[in-house]
């Protein structure tokens, strides 16, 4: 199966920049990347989604390298609500079952 | 208002009982689907419906029975439930394929003790 490898935990301060990186050697042509973002008793949540080179919204950014193979979601200055866990879907146009897989995602703590 | 929701959101019950939990999507959306999240948080799909009709049924027990009345629900049915059952369940939806946006529902608490 197709599947998204992710650091397991992160930890960073206020207001610095945090990249998380997902390896997915396997994706597919048609396949896209999305992150979402999970707190504590929540459902997971989207923040951005990409196919190649850069995308940026108010919240995040995302890099897709040429042979996108790996993508990082970039957070400038964390703040203390950061603090999640987050989870990168490698998706496209078929109901395949890896491309549902979110894997273990990475928790990010942000300390004061 | 809330684009997925699901109830009840916390459940608790005794092992080898019967127990539902209902989802309704107002996004419109064609697709639907059940993940579990275990204590370890990995996130397993469990069951994607298409327009009510059943696409993906992953390696789950025949004790877990998925039905959708139309596009907008998808229930969850759990017969004789078992410890190993505890879990967060969440309810979601998106418009076609995944490679499109998931939206989940902030999902149920199921203990069986």
């Known amino acids: 199966l197709a599947k998204t490898t992710q650091p397991i935990s992160m930890d960073s301060y206020e207001g610095q920049e945090v990249n998380i990186t997902c390896s997915h050697n396997?994706?597919?042509?048609?396949?896209?990347i999305t992150w979402y973002q999970q707190f504590p008793s929540q459902g997971p949540r989207f923040i951005i989604q990409?196919?190649?080179t850069k995308v940026t919204n108010e919240v995040a950014s995302l890099f897709i390298p040429a042979d996108r193979k790996s993508s990082t979601l970039s957070l400038p200055r964390v703040s203390l609500s950061d603090t999640a866990v987050y989870y990168c879907?490698?998706?496209?146009?078929?109901?395949?079952?890896?491309?549902?897989?979110f894997g273990t995602g990475t928790r990010l703590q942000v300390f004061p | 208002d809330t684009a997925v929701s699901q109830t009840p959101k916390y459940l608790v019950t005794q092992m080898g009982n019967d127990k539902s939990i209902k989802c309704e999507q107002n996004?419109?959306?064609?697709?639907m689907y059940w993940y579990k999240q275990d204590s370890k948080k990995f996130l397993k799909i469990m069951f994607s419906?298409?327009?009510?009709?059943?696409?993906i049924n992953e390696t789950v027990p025949n004790r877990f029975s998925p039905k959708s009345p139309d596009k907008a629900h998808l229930n969850l049915h759990i017969n004789s439930l078992e410890l190993g059952d505890s879990a967060v369940y969440f309810c979601?939806?998106?418009?076609?394929?995944?490679?499109?946006?998931?939206?989940f529902g902030e999902g149920s608490w199921l203990t069986v003790v």
């Open positions: 990409g196919y190649k």
């Open positions: 396997n994706i597919a042509t048609n396949d896209y």
């Open positions: 996004l419109g959306h064609d697709t």
């Open positions: 879907l490698v998706g496209g146009p078929s109901y395949n079952t890896d491309k549902l897989i």
């Open positions: 979601a939806s998106s418009q076609g394929t995944p490679g499109n946006t998931i939206y």
């Open positions: 419906y298409n327009n009510k009709e059943l696409i």
